[in-house]
């Protein structure tokens, strides 16, 4: 036998797509031609694995090897295809049958020795080759778990080239991987540990129960951090196909933690200012791996010091913040990655960040007004909720006043808010009150004239916009619903409107 193929998985983005890959040993000069657009990793994949293949025990034929990566209109990135060449010489040249791989699909990249190394993106292909139609796939010993999460996959793990000669070859099957049980969803900071902070902690409920983006101003140590980071532990723990959606992606970027590689609360990513677009939104150099963005799908995306973020970067995030996707681009090819996160900013009132607030703050007004202006324009319009954290007080401190609630009872507040709006929203393809636009909220479910007089009369003064209205009227919505109320009061919208109209004190 001269001829043989095997199967891999090439991705782009979070998509998978079968690979085949095929090997042709005919007479001539010894020497390897590779096809079928790999990139440069795939290409030094040959080098990798002939001398896992040396180091193995096995001898590299010295024959003319053709390996061809079909299909060939697709870009094959990155090093996850080296078992599968692997195999693939070694069948054609006989010392495996010939057949034995046909039918496998093979992750994994090989190390010198010949160990499996584990590598990204297992979970997405994986659930590629089930789409696809196959059952059994070899793994890198590190990524079984991982792997073992689709449904109906046969998961071998392979710790080095040599077990899986041995498996080809009849001598030692390797054996099938059981998933153990699912981790329990991972710990979550606790609200109760926010001292103080009435209007915080209203803010960061409401956001959860709607969905709307937030953005909190206050001096340091008002506890903004504090608040963005206790807002996945009120939002529902993620069903298990949101689970699996939010995992590839980690998967993709390599943040999986590998003792329990599945992400089940929706997750909290905090770049810093500093962080390059490529961090924040997603790319790299060969394989495009997401950014903070993206790996804040289905969760929180925390941007600190907010205006210390290049302007540029910001309005990045606009468009693919309503998207819900980003597309990013590589002279390699592109990739697409879904991003619905909810988007916390957070800033100083001015750039001296005075701790005691106000009073202590030697900025001039100029300063300030230009440190607010840097986060002015069209990413801050689609802020519903804006909240002035004042500095915490000595009381609040003390511990005078009841105690605050924990995240277990807000989370359970907001799982029926979500539940009426749900409800609700049925047959629209929505769920949450700030996905609705801004026409179908105002023709399906119009806000009693009379509670609406306060927001028309900022309209009318000019302090709020049409969009803003309609911003408030979803925010109104989403206390209603926290307050099991069918539809919104006066003091709803008055409260909404609190909440939109609220500057950083100038
Ligand atoms: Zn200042």
Known sequence: ?????????????????????????????PGVALVGLPDAVVRQSVDRVRAAVVNTGASWPMRR???????????????????????????????????????????????????????????????????AGHRTVVVPAGNADEAALVDGAEVLP??????????????????????????????VPDLGDVVGQAAGRRA????????????????????????????PGLLPVLDERAALEVTAIHSVAGTLPPDAPFVSRPPFEAPHHSATMAALVGGGSG???PGALCRAHRGVLFLDEAPEFPRATLDTLRQPLERGAVTISRAA?????????????AANPCPCASAAGDAACTCSPLERRRYQARLSGPLLDRIDLRVELPPVGRAAWLG???????????????AVAREAA????????????????????????????????????????????????????????TLADLDGRPVPHADDVTEALGMRLQRVAA
């Open 287 to 289: 394989a495009i791996r």
């Open 158 to 187: 392979a710790g080095t080239l040599g077990d899986l000669v041995d498996h080809l070859s009849g001598r030692a099957r390797l054996a099938a991987h059981a998933r153990g049980p699912l981790p329990p969803p991972a710990p």
């Open 65 to 131: 090897i053709t390996i061809g990566l079909s299909p060939a209109s697709m870009p094959k990135q990155g090093s996850g295809f080296d078992l599968a060449l692997a195999a693939a010489v070694l069948a054609a040249a006989g010392a495996v049958p010939a057949d034995a791989a046909d039918g496998l699909v093979l992750l994994g990249e090989l190390g010198l020795d010949g160990s499996v190394r584990p590598v990204r993106g297992v979970l997405p292909a994986v659930l590629a080759a089930r789409r």
């Open 400 to 414: 005078a006043g009841a105690e605050p609630e924990s995240t277990t009872t807000v989370a359970a507040r907001v």
């Open 333 to 345: 090819g592109s990739a697409t990655f879904p991003c619905r996160a909810q988007l916390v900013l």
């Open 422 to 477: 749900a409800a609700r929203l049925r047959g629209t393809g929505l769920a949450l009150n700030s996905q609705v636009p801004g026409r179908l909220l105002r023709e399906r479910w119009p806000v009693p004239r009379p509670a609406l007089a306060l927001a028309e009369r900022a309209l009318d003064r000019g302090l709020l916009s049409v969009r803003g209205l309609d911003r408030v009227l979803r925010v109104s919505w």
């Open 1 to 29: 036998m001269t001829l043989a193929r095997t199967w891999s998985v090439g991705l782009a983005g979070v998509t998978g797509a079968m690979v085949e890959v095929e090997v042709d040993m005919s007479a001539g000069l």
């Open 204 to 231: 960061v409920e409401v956001a959860a129960a709607g969905g709307h983006h937030l953005f909190l101003t206050g001096p340091p140590g008002a506890g903004k951090t504090m608040l963005a980071e206790r807002l």
